[in-house]
């Protein structure tokens, strides 16, 4: 059973920096490109905010991230990482990880609030 563990989340004011942390547990990712999505409040669809290829070295974001935010992974920790910087109050979200294309299976999430 694979489980996915975001963490990293918190109440930051917009300009402010956040580091994400995604761990996979019960099997591994190894070979896959995973992803980091998000879910705005009062949105029911989940957005791809940046996705990296198992090697790192093809490295996507959505145009509203380009420049602030940056993935990475460890693939020895089996663990995934977003940080990010010059945060905005529409960055408020509910981040998540998962593989691409998504697996059935998604985390709780980790909350991100960005205050004025």
């Known amino acids: 059973q694979v489980q996915l563990v975001e963490s990293g989340g918190g109440l930051v004011q917009a300009g402010g920096s956040l580091r994400l942390s995604c761990v996979a547990s019960?099997?591994?990712?190894?070979?896959?490109?995973m992803g980091w999505f998000r879910r705005a409040p009062g949105k029911k669809e989940r957005e791809l905010v940046a996705?990296?290829?198992?090697?790192?070295?093809?490295?996507t974001y959505a145009d509203s991230v380009k420049g602030r935010f940056i993935i990475s992974r460890d693939r020895v920790k089996n663990t995934m990482y977003l940080e990010m910087n010059s945060l905005k109050l529409e960055d408020t979200s509910a981040y998540y990880c998962?593989?691409?294309?998504?697996?059935?299976?998604w985390g709780q999430g980790t909350q991100v609030t960005v205050s004025s």
């Open positions: 998962n593989a691409l294309p998504p697996r059935p299976t």
């Open positions: 019960g099997r591994t990712f190894s070979g896959y490109t």
């Open positions: 996705s990296i290829n198992w090697s790192g070295d093809t490295i």
